[in-house]
Structure formats: C-alpha cells, structure tokens
C-alpha cells in the first residue's frame, strides 16, 4: 500500500518522467526509421557490403550501454552538449540500427523470387517492385524489427538518467542513491508497463500495416 501512496502523490511527476522517457526512445527510434529502413534496402544490393554494415552493427549492440553513454560526453561536450537528452538519443539511434537494419535486409531478400521474375514481367520498374511489391510483403518483419528496437531501447533509456537525460530511469537512481524502495519499484514498474504497452501498439500497428493477401 505503501507504493501505491507514493505513487498517488507523485503522480504529475510520474506523468512528466514518462513524457521525457518516451521523447527519448520516440526521436531516437523514429530516425533509427529513418535511416535504417533504407540501408536495410540498398544493402540487399551487395552481400558483401551487407556482412559488413550489419557486423559493425552488431558491434555497437554489444558495447554496455553507460559505456556508450559514457563515450558521448567527451564527443559531444565539444559542442556543449555532452551530457542530458542529446547524447541519450544518439546512443539509442545507434541501439536500434541493428534490429531495424537487419529486418529490413532479411524481408527484401526474402521475398519469394517468382514474384519479382511476375512483377518484372508485367513492366514494373525497379522502383515500383519495391514500393508496390518488396516492401509491403516485408511490412511485417520490418516492424517486428521497430519493436524489437523500441522495447529494448526503453529499457535503455532508463540508463540515461544517470547522464541527465531525465525519464523514468531517475525513479531508479534516486531509488538506489536514497535507498528507497518506493522509488525504485515505481520506476521499475513504470519502465516495464511502458514497454509492455509500447509494444502492444506497435503490434496492432504491424496489424494494420500488414497487407490483407500476408494476414490470410
């Protein structure tokens, strides 16, 4: 009962720190988006560049996350922005590439090759297989990759108090510096509804996004 006082009278923070943790993982996944969905693409092109792009990925995922933190401070205090919700964003941006790019380059060169030779041979451009052919077939996968980023990236972003950045995760540090067991649990509760529920969405998103002849 003890929790669910505290939380009652902290509400409006509660409220505010999910404002901030969630316009961190929202800026940092949308231009993860942005950026991967097309190199995912335009590495389907070259195996070799493929191996390549998706093992220096695979590299910055295995890097601990407040040692990405970490490495951002000295980098980005040049330009006076070495700790708070910049340096957050860019090291979930990089977080996320791997999934979204590695979906991404998995879906296109997945679909299935008679569809391209029947899309080539009713006079379809390059450009219009993709759009009308390759990525609609691979919606479903491309966005299993987006929540993969976005769930796993919350959690992340919880780390990123400790740099500043604000968000749930100063629920969690306050709870261990002061030793207070409602703070800790609040903010652990409430950056694992908020996967929960983020993930949810994003699924009836995929849902909707899905091509009706793939839900069949």
Do not use: C
């Not at 988006?33 to 092109?45: D, K, M, Y």
């Amino acid at each position: 009962m003890e929790i669910f006082g505290f939380i009652a009278n902290n509400w409006p923070v509660i409220l505010r720190l999910a404002g901030e943790h969630i316009s961190i993982v929202a800026v940092a996944v949308g231009l993860a988006i942005l950026t991967g969905v097309p190199i995912g693409i335009a590495i389907t092109q070259n195996r070799r560049v493929a191996d390549g792009v998706l093992y220096v990925a695979s590299i910055i995922v295995t890097i601990p996350s407040i040692a990405l933190f970490g490495l951002m401070i000295p980098i980005l205090s040049k330009i006076g922005q070495g700790i708070g919700w910049l340096p957050a964003v860019i090291a979930i941006l990089l977080y996320s590439q791997l999934p979204i790019v590695r979906n991404t380059y998995t879906a296109i060169t997945n679909v299935d090759p008679a569809l391209r030779e029947a899309a080539i041979g009713m006079g379809m451009t390059p450009f219009q297989r993709l759009t009308r052919l390759e990525i609609p077939i691979a919606i479903p996968v491309i966005m299993a990759g987006v929540r993969t980023a976005v769930v796993m990236n919350i959690g992340v972003a919880a780390i990123a108090a400790y740099i500043g950045a604000g968000g749930l995760g100063v629920l969690i540090a306050r709870g261990i510096s002061q030793t207070d067991p409602r703070q800790l649990i609040t903010g652990a509760l409430a950056v694992s509804l908020l996967a929960i529920l983020a993930d949810w969405a994003l699924l009836q998103l995929q849902k909707r996004l899905t091509p009706a002849g793939l839900k069949r």
